[in-house]
């Protein structure tokens, strides 16, 4: 899994000439792919014939740097196959241009030496969690020389999610941050890649009182026309690393609490994700399953196990008699002791198919039995485009883990009308987009603790926290 995301050639042009506006004498590429930064580089040499850098590139892909090395180039390229990461070269560049890969935590094999190198480098313990672009930001930095430039682009969730808290405070410390430019949340800037992008413009020898530029684009296409000194300045000592900066940046001022905003919904509710079975297909059922199971009605729960089963803010009894109509899985396994005849037939199913050697069930004090927990009164689907929703749960099913189940601390009817017509409203709804993490496509995402941090005014404080 090399992470690889191409660059579209018009954000390449627009990064190179920015990160090259001093004609540097040697450019960094740590991960050149199919070389379209030096592409870029070239097309600028047309117009500045007395210019002739060296490029240093990193391309651990053998395939690539095969490519890359069979063309004829107009620059000196100099070409590795080391790790950027791993590379410990301490050479200086005066501009680097880069689409570091994307590539999870998990996937990454790097030893405990090599993130304590970045732990030093920060001064503090970063996440384990960092996505490898996040450690490609931080050798980048570290690899420029005075007044050095870099241009790089990458994925916009590092700006809200908690692994970036490090990066962000490392990058403040050191005044590194000239520039930020987003792009609209259904802008898909990478060719079949469902994430945000940004690109991220750092620059050596800024002065103190230097604001950061931040701009948001339609497409990249708008990129032609952009100028980085028209450009909205920011006040960096505003940015706090523990926030989310998505907001903070490209729409300052727009995420601001209500003047009358004194707590949060953690003041008044709990958060939790949705049952996860750890293998949907056998532990929730459909009513054509459950009767040629003979499971009783009362062996199972009902639950919604996805986010379009409940497309209005309401879902009543009538909308689970229509999905189990439907034959959608409607249903979840959850047993009575001692179980009857007709449930053992069907774990020894699940037992034939190896269900309880599954990860989750395996790590259950019973394994196919699920969380216990009682019904959510409100759901807040985990994924949305457009206005977040928060859904009545007037059925009382049971939540799988494509909603959240918020639990208001007063659970009577009144304060749960008085919770939803909050969360619904306008004011609710900016104040949402504020903790939200952002993808690509105009893709939403909040987990619990985004939901628990939604501000809520004093009045709605003072009648849900009595209690």
């Known amino acids: 899994m090399l992470g ?3 660059t579209p050639p018009t954000v390449a042009a627009w990064m190179t000439a920015w990160a090259c506006a001093r004609q540097p004498k040697r450019i960094l590429e740590p991960s050149v792919g199919e070389g379209v930064f030096v592409d870029a580089i070239e097309r600028q040499l047309l117009d500045q014939p007395g210019w002739r850098p060296r490029v240093d590139a990193h ?27 791993l590379d410990n070269s301490t050479r200086g560049y005066d501009a680097c241009v880069a689409n570091p890969p994307y590539v999870r935590h998990h996937s990454l094999r790097y030893d405990e030496a090599t993130y304590r190198r970045f732990d030093a480098l920060v001064g503090e313990r970063i996440s384990r969690m960092t996505n ?7 050798r980048i930095w570290e690899r420029l020389a005075d007044d050095g430039r870099a241009a790089v682009i990458v994925p916009a969730e590092w700006l809200n999610a908690d692994f970036g808290r490090p990066l962000k405070r490392f990058l403040l410390s050191e005044n590194a941050i000239d520039g930020v430019v ?24 800024r002065r103190n009182a230097e604001p950061i530029r931040t701009a948001v684009l339609q497409d990249a296409a708008a990129l032609s026309q952009l100028r980085f000194d028209n450009m909205r300045a920011v006040d960096a000592a505003t940015l706090d690393p523990a926030r989310k900066w998505s907001n903070l940046l490209a ?12 707590g949060t ?21 459909t009513e054509p399953q459950r009767i040629e199971a003979g499971l009783d009605m009362s062996d199972l729960k009902p639950c919604i196990t996805k986010a379009n089963h409940a497309p209005t803010n309401d879902f009543g009894s009538s909308d689970l008699e229509k999905l189990r109509a439907a034959a959608q899985k409607a249903w979840l396994l959850d047993p009575r002791e001692p179980v009857c005849e007709a449930v053992e037939r069907y774990l020894a199913r699940g037992r034939a198919r190896g269900i309880h050697e599954r990860y989750l069930p395996s790590h259950r004090p019973v394994w196919y039995r699920p969380e216990k927990r009682a019904a959510a009164p409100i759901w807040a689907p985990v994924f949305v485009r457009g206005r977040f929703r928060f859904i009545r749960n007037s059925a009382r099913a049971m939540n799988l883990t494509a909603f959240h189940g918020l639990y208001p601390r007063r659970a009577d009817l009144l304060s749960i009308d008085l919770l939803l017509e909050y969360l619904w409203s306008d004011a609710a709804q900016r104040a949402i987009s504020a903790q939200s993490r952002i993808y690509g496509g105009g893709l939403r995402k909040l987990e619990p603790r985004d939901v628990l941090a939604i501000p809520i005014p004093e009045s709605l404080l003072a009648t849900l926290g009595d209690y």
């Open 182 to 205: 987003f792009f609209e949340d259904d802008a898909l800037v990478f060719d079949g890649a469902l994430t945000t992008a940004v690109i991220l413009l750092l620059r050596r020898g």
């Open 265 to 285: 919904l953690a003041d008044v509710a709990i958060c939790m994700r949705g049952i996860a079975t750890g293998a949907n297909d056998y532990f929730t059922l």
């Open 251 to 262: 729409n300052p001022g727009s995420d601001r609490e209500s003047p009358e905003a004194t």
């Open 132 to 138: 490898l672009y996040g450690l490609f930001l931080l």
């Open 59 to 85: 391309e651990v892909d053998e395939a690539l740097r095969r490519k890359l090395l069979a063309t004829r180039r107009d620059v000196e390229l100099r070409l590795s196959a080391t790790d950027f990461v």
């Open 4 to 6: 690889q995301v191409f």
